[in-house]
């Protein structure tokens, strides 16, 4: 087998290590660590997207493309490694790895659309049938867990021998989560993610809207961009104002984690994922999550375990849950203590990247295997 370090994988993703979104988090997270190994292979993460703006953005795509081209031409790419959400972003990923696939270079294809399936249902069939042909042409096509696998091989007709299960991961906090005060009676509440119908804010808004709320003890931090000053301007019609409820706008690696670790319970009633890093961050700092059986949530999440699992667009049964909890503190230290060891067996940086090396590297041995036959 090729020595780990021997080799170059490109790494491609909107906005690099820098992004903002949960891809973008994980490409950070995983980039980094794998550059602080010794013998592990060199990573080159090129951007095709630039610093956000949809007028630079062109010109950053052209620049990745020449890059690309340039590399694997030259024989400096030995894998591609893609990142894909949905949309434009499929056309783009197949037109920057068209190089590769051309001169027989492993591209592995990381799939991360938390709307993709309403993405491809919208398309006409040739263009299905494109979108098929070019993810049955990837050496390997990376799912976030197995509602996600069984839709690529169901749905989308690929191999399952070319599907690779691979969940995100976080690295572990570096300071514990606030204890809470036996004394205190407020329950902190947290959302992180994007500011909009997507992540589930109107039912949220709507489920704390309720009477019973207005008796209890509670607060609400809300990061995240998005439709920040419409939802804070409907959830202030409903009473739910500052100090109780907070929205921070969008926070940085730093603050996100400072908020997680002084929160008791994550709510996240998401319409469609992936596999949110929200809820696995939560899970590393021992908070009850509550959430919707979406995406990959389930493969993180179990019932009354280490979370609450509720309908997606149902306020009255996120309300429910919510009120629950708030209620109920021995219910919050079992749940918290649950998603910290589930964080620990499944979810830790370390161990997904022993697992990205491993593919890499098995890539890489049957290429030189190729090489050698021609």
Not at 151 to 157: R, T
Not at 195 to 213: D, N, S, T, W, Y
């Amino acid at each position: 087998m090729t020595m780990a370090g021997e080799f170059t994988v490109y790494v491609i993703s909107p906005g690099g290590t820098q992004a903002r979104g949960g891809m973008g988090r994980m490409v950070r997270y995983f980039v980094n660590e794998i550059r602080r190994r010794e013998g592990a292979p060199d990573i080159v993460v090129v951007d095709t997207y630039g610093p956000g703006s949809k007028f630079l953005m062109p010109v950053f795509f052209l620049l990745a493309l020449l890059r690309l081209s340039a590399a694997c031409m030259a024989g400096k790419a030995d894998i591609l490694h893609a990142h894909v959400s949905e949309r434009g972003s499929v056309l783009r990923k197949f037109i920057l790895c068209l190089p590769a696939l051309l001169l027989g270079i492993p591209v592995i294809m990381h799939m991360h659309g938390a709307e993709f399936v309403q993405f491809y249902k919208k398309l006409p069939a040739p263009l299905k049938n494109l979108v098929c042909g070019f993810l049955r042409k990837c050496d390997s096509v990376v799912v976030l867990g197995s509602a996600w696998q069984e839709y690529v091989v169901n749905e989308l007709k690929l191999d399952p021998s070319q599907i690779v299960i691979l969940h995100n991961a976080v690295p572990a906090p570096l300071v514990g989560r606030r204890a809470e005060e036996p004394e205190s009676r407020e329950c902190r509440l947290a959302f992180v993610g994007e500011v909009g119908e997507r992540k589930g804010i109107p039912e949220l808004i709507e489920a704390l809207a309720q009477p019973r709320f207005q008796v209890a003890s509670w607060s609400l931090r809300i990061a995240g961009n998005g439709a920040v000053r419409h939802f804070q301007a409907v959830a202030e019609k409903k009473d739910l104002k500052s100090p109780r409820v907070n929205f921070l706008g969008w926070t940085d690696e730093h603050i996100t984690r400072q908020l997680l670790a002084d929160s008791d319970i994550l709510i996240l009633p998401s319409h469609n994922e992936g596999l949110p890093m929200a809820i696995l961050e939560a899970l590393s700092y021992g908070l009850a999550v509550i959430t919707t059986p979406v995406g990959s949530i389930l493969d993180a999440i179990d019932d009354r375990q280490n979370g609450l699992i509720v309908p997606p667009k149902n306020a009255e049964k996120l309300s429910d849950a919510i009120f629950e909890l708030i209620n109920d503190s021995e219910l919050r230290r079992r749940l918290g203590c649950s998603a910290r060891e589930k964080f620990e067996r499944h979810f830790e940086i370390g161990p997904y990247c022993d697992r990205l090396i491993s593919l890499y590297g098995e890539h890489m041995t049957g290429r030189v295997k190729a090489l050698g036959r021609q």
